[in-house]
Antibody, heavy 120, light 106 residues
Framework: EVQLVESGGGLVQPGQSLRLSCSASGFTFDDYAMHWVRQAPGKGLEWVSGISGNSGIVGSADSVKGRFTSSRDNAKKTLYLQMNNLMPEDTALYYC??????????????WGPGTLVTVS | EIVLTQSPATLSLSPGERATLSCRASQGVGTYFAWYQQKRGQAPRLLIYDAFNRASGIPARFSGSGSGTDFTLTISSLEPEDSAIYYCQQRSHWATFGQGTRVEVK
């Protein structure tokens, strides 16, 4: 059974940094691209960042470019999101999500329950 | 950045009725397109991928169509459990989501 579990969220002040983790199990982790998607309270979904299975390709949304970046440790089956210079508008529930197939832009077939980041 | 615009914002229908949700992309995305359902307090669930393929375990009443810039999600006969927010997503260049359509089944 595929499982994704995020951790590392919390309350931080503007300008501070935070690193989120997503622990994966139940599938061959390094075969699949992984992504971060966030949802501000009462708002819609926003793709944040994605990374290919071998870490060769990493992308980020314009809203976080230069501040957030994804990385992964395939040996530990863990995805990370390094968030620097956090702003109040980054307050959201952060989900990690697995790509359906091996393509880096494939849709997301499994999602974790999310971890809440509050910047205030 | 590719912008997705969903319509309508809200749809209120009765059980057994047909729901038609639309999504328009600011530029062509081929069939690199998906639909998700999100119920209150839950993570999103993949419904449709590659514009018209149902994801695993998704009931046949959900169907997708379209290509290029205009896409449609149809729920042929609404069930009460279909009350949710539905999001479209393009994956032509990484990913972006539409703003969502809320479907209320009363």
């Amino acid at each position: 059974e595929v499982q994704l579990v995020e951790s590392g969220g919390g309350l931080v002040q503007p300008g501070q940094s935070l690193r989120l983790s997503c622990s994966a199990s139940g599938f061959t982790f390094d075969d699949y691209a992984m992504h971060w998607v966030r949802q501000a309270p009462g708002k819609g979904l926003e793709w944040v960042s994605g990374i290919s299975g071998n870490s060769g390709i990493v992308g980020s949304a314009d809203s976080v470019k230069g501040r957030f970046t994804s990385s992964r440790d395939n040996a530990k089956k863990t995805l990370y999101l390094q968030m620097n210079n956090l702003m109040p508008e980054d307050t959201a529930l952060y989900y990690c999500a697995k790509a359906l197939r091996t393509g880096r832009t494939d849709p997301f077939d499994y999602w974790g329950p999310g971890t809440l980041v509050t910047v205030s | 950045e590719i912008v997705l615009t969903q319509s309508p914002a809200t749809l209120s229908l009765s059980p057994g009725e047909r729901a038609t949700l639309s999504c328009r992309a600011s530029q062509g995305v081929g069939t690199y397109f998906a639909w998700y359902q999100q119920k209150r307090g839950q993570a999103p669930r993949l419904l449709i991928y590659d514009a018209f393929n149902r994801a695993s375990g998704i009931p046949a009443r959900f169907s997708g169509s379209g290509s290029g810039t205009d896409f449609t999600l149809t729920i042929s006969s609404l069930e009460p459990e279909d009350s949710a927010i539905y999001y479209c997503q393009q994956r032509s260049h990484w990913a972006t989501f539409g703003q969502g359509t809320r479907v209320e089944v009363k």
